[in-house]
């Protein structure tokens, strides 16, 4: 890589304190988008409102010259058409998908980077072929007996970049007894149409529960490996760490979340919600990516006190839930709303979670700035 | 109002010399979205990559129940419902439709509101209903004969804020003879399909030409004036003006402008590009609502000297128009390419546009940063 390349692509950094929001940020912030809050009304999110995170440009692809190439350490490669997907029994699974990145404009100091604040959500109704069977074809598996030496199976976009100094294709990896789950999808429609370029068309990988940088948009590649997978997206940039040379953990599966779908009016500036005093019916939606969510606790006072909201049916194990809750919206004044859920896999959502450079999943719960009248 | 409304809903202000990005600005940009530039490859922008700017909430409205009220002074006040319209001949036009306060984030000093780069723009197919035809039937016109008193006509949508301390629903006046063109629409469809809630579902007006603003969402009124139409969106919000006291100019037609779909590959914080030596053939498109696009110019050196682009056919009247151009991709280094464009009513694209305090139909010239190796 020439010098000029590595002038304009600079490693990884945290904001000064008190440094504001960046061009750079603002930038990203400008393509991409979250989930305007009040959205947080639909059980599957409208095309067009769903969180959208795009690593480089989002690629135009010919659907009828589309290939899928299935290969690596298997014993009967594959290249599979769109119609040749589109043939096997369809699956729907309806999953709501989280950036790792969400909340990370929030913490203090600021990972520069895409800069979300709470709405990096999204659920949509995913159609496919099921991932298991075409690697079943492929060879991963005999039966019920493993092909021995598989470790990770990659899968490769065709959006291509370069980031914090290295050229690449946007590529995940994911352990093989991720990939054979029976609803992970190579999916071709969203909410009941044809992918929408920005969301991965022709085919996308769905990967239920995990985080957003899981599921592999304009896939081209999935490649069965007999080691580790050691690219940039699963090596470096989706790492949960505090210091820069460490390690750190991998990002796997959505931690818990709640969010409060914003009453009242806003403020078109500051967002800042006016509520009528009175009875005031607060919704919302709370996923986990290890569980469905068991609880919701709901808070007028900024977190002092909490109180539980009654939950409406889990739709699917991987899809957001309804909730509800009655308050009573006091004397006039400033209220801070707060929202948190527990799920069943003994995960609770803390209030103020604990910070880490990369801004990777950072469930703290949304505070919603009410002011009644 | 109470005091504690006024207290979260400041009035606009420009922000210090130097000033970051703020949480405020941030929040809309998280939720309001730019198309990402690649997708200037569409001639008809897909959903979900159109640009978008909400003012308050995304309203949710039951289409069924809908009805559009057309009233004021007018003989034969109407009330229609969905089927109602879409009963009436259907007319398409593609439109390009450009946010007014594009380009606001990169004056200098910056005004605080939507801080949109060069993105806030996109190109639809909608369809609908002809506005005139339905004002015809409420005697708005009888044959040739206009009624005498007509002045504006005030359209109001269902969303509801705060905004610069004034409660409001989004409304908008203009002027009796530009509702009365023959292509301004009452449109329930954007690329042949149901609008969707973020773009004003179910019916929507659009106003071929004019900025974003005046093409309300979420329509639910539509009301003829005997005297000048003097809500805010019209004499406070969109005006261009350096002094906060003085009136200004109301926003309407769009001005001008070009954009480059950005060559080569992104570096994924920066967005600067990365090109190979040699031959690139530079893309983009250009639009004016005052008149079709007639020349496109094109600069490689940050707007030294400028060669003009070849142009594709112009598809509608107010749809941008696409252009090409071979760049000699010359020594490694770094480039600055712009564009600009002028229209068939004179106007011309200037490199610099001149600042004004709301950052409105401020068209400067786009400036791509782009590395050759």
Request: charged letters at 25%; hydrophobic letters at 40%; a negative charge.
């Amino acid at each position: 890589m020439s010098m000029s390349v590595e002038s304009v692509s600079a490693p990884a950094r945290v904001a000064e304190l008190g440094e504001g929001i960046t061009v750079d940020e603002l930038r990203l912030a400008a393509r991409n988008h979250g989930m305007p809050l009040e959205a947080l009304h639909y059980d599957v999110t409208p095309v067009g409102l769903h969180y959208l995170l795009t690593h480089y440009d989002i690629p135009v692809i010919d659907p009828a010259a589309w290939r899928l190439a299935v290969d690596g350490a298997v014993p009967r490669p594959l290249s599979l058409s769109l119609d040749d997907l589109r043939a096997r029994e369809p699956v729907t699974h309806r999953v709501t998908l989280e950036c790792a990145g969400n909340g990370r404009a929030r913490l203090e100091p600021r990972p520069v980077s895409q800069p979300w604040l709470d709405e990096a959500v999204g659920t949509a109704s995913w159609t496919g072929a099921r991932l298991a069977d075409v690697l079943g074809e492929a060879g991963l598996r005999d039966g019920a007996r493993l092909l021995d030496a598989a470790v990770d199976v990659a899968f490769t976009g065709a959006d291509r970049g370069v980031e914090r100094g290295e050229e690449q294709v946007y590529r995940r990896g994911l352990p093989v007894a991720e990939a054979l789950r029976d609803d992970v999808l190579l999916a071709y429609e969203m909410n009941g149409q044809p992918l929408p370029p920005q969301h991965g068309a022709p085919v996308r990988l769905v990967v239920p529960g995990w985080y957003g940088m899981a599921h592999v948009k304009w896939l081209v590649g999935v490649t069965v490996l007999d080691a580790p997978f050691d690219g940039f997206q699963n090596v470096t940039a989706y790492r949960v760490k505090r210091e820069p040379d460490e390690p750190g953990e991998p990002v796997t599966r959505i931690l818990p979340r709640a969010l409060i779908r914003p009453p009242g009016i806003p403020d078109f500036q500051s967002r800042v919600r006016i509520v009528d005093r009175g009875r005031v019916v607060l919704t919302g939606r709370a996923w986990s990516g290890w569980a469905p969510v068991l609880g919701v606790d709901v808070s007028a006072d900024g977190g002092g006190s909490w109180a539980a909201a009654e939950l409406g049916p889990q739709p699917d194990t991987y899809a957001w839930r309804p909730w509800r809750f009655t308050w009573e919206a006091p004397e006039p004044g400033r209220y801070a709303l707060r929202a948190r859920a527990r799920d069943g896999a003994g995960h609770v959502q803390p209030v103020e979670a604990a910070w880490n450079r990369q801004g990777m999943a950072n469930n703290h719960a949304q505070l919603v700035d009410v002011v009644v009248r």
